[in-house]
C-alpha cells in the first residue's frame, strides 16, 4: 500500500474533473480506461461521476476500502481493477474484476450477480476455500486464487466393498450339501474377523427347490 515518507497512510490529495480527465487512457482496442492507479486515494473521487461512460476503471494500489454509490451508474464499464486495495463493488455488465493483494477472507454474495464476468483475480488474499457465490458465475472461464491459503484437495477414502448378497433362508429349507457350505463359510468369516483379516468370498446360499 502507498504511504507517505513518514510512514503514515496518504489522505485524499484535492483531485477534480479535469485531473481525472487528463488521465483517461486509449487502450489498444479503442476503448477508454481511466486510469487512477497510484494516486493514494482513501475514498474514490466524486468527480469521476461525471465519467460513467467510460469501458474501464483502474483504481489498483490505492487505499479505497469501500465503493461509493454512484459507481453503479457506469453501465459501460468491463473491466474493473481494485487490486491491492481494501474492498470491492458490484457492477452488471463487468467482465473482469481484479481484487488481488487485497487480504481478503470472504466475498459478498452480491459477486454471484455479475452475470457477465469471465474472469475474476483473488490472488495473493487470505481466502481459505474457494467462494461458494462463484459457482453462480455461468459466464466465469477463469478465477486467479494463486497464493491463497486453501489447503489441497484430501484424497477421497476408498469406500469399502460390501460382501457379496446372500438368501436368508431357514436351515430346514436347505440341502445337506448347502447346510454344510453355510456352516464352513461361517466359520470361515468369524476366523478371518479375528484375525482382523479381509472377509474369504462365501457363497450364497439356495433354498432346494421341491420338486
Do not use: W
Amino acid at each position: 500500500m502507498p504511504k507517505d515518507k513518514k510512514g503514515k497512510k496518504s489522505k485524499n490529495k484535492i483531485f477534480d474533473l479535469q485531473m481525472a480527465q487528463n488521465c483517461i487512457e486509449l487502450t489498444p482496442d479503442g476503448k477508454q480506461r481511466l486510469n487512477l492507479s497510484f494516486k493514494q486515494f482513501s475514498v474514490v473521487p466524486n468527480c469521476i461521476d461525471k465519467l460513467c461512460q467510460l469501458d474501464e476503471l483502474n483504481l489498483s494500489r490505492n487505499l479505497i476500502k469501500r465503493l461509493p454509490d454512484f459507481i453503479d451508474a457506469f453501465n459501460n464499464i468491463q473491466i474493473l481493477d481494485l487490486h491491492s486495495n481494501y474492498e470491492l463493488g458490484k457492477l452488471q455488465n463487468l467482465r473482469t474484476l481484479n481484487l488481488g493483494l487485497n487480504m481478503l477472507q470472504t466475498l459478498p454474495t452480491s459477486i454471484g450477480e455479475l452475470k457477465e464476468l469471465t474472469y475474476i483475480g483473488l490472488s495473493d488474499n487470505k481466502f481459505t476455500r474457494v467462494p461458494k457465490c462463484l459457482e453462480l458465475l455461468q459466464n466465469l472461464k477463469k478465477a486467479n486464487l494463486d497464493r491463497n491459503p486453501i489447503p489441497p484437495p484430501q484424497p477421497a477414502v476408498p469406500v469399502p466393498k460390501p460382501p457379496k448378497m446372500f438368501y436368508l433362508v431357514k436351515a430346514c429349507d436347505l440341502c445337506e450339501d448347502c447346510l454344510n457350505t453355510c456352516q464352513t463359510d461361517k466359520m470361515m468369516l468369524v476366523e478371518a474377523l479375528n484375525r482382523k483379516e479381509p472377509p474369504p468370498t462365501v457363497h450364497a446360499a439356495r433354498p432346494e427347490t421341491v420338486t
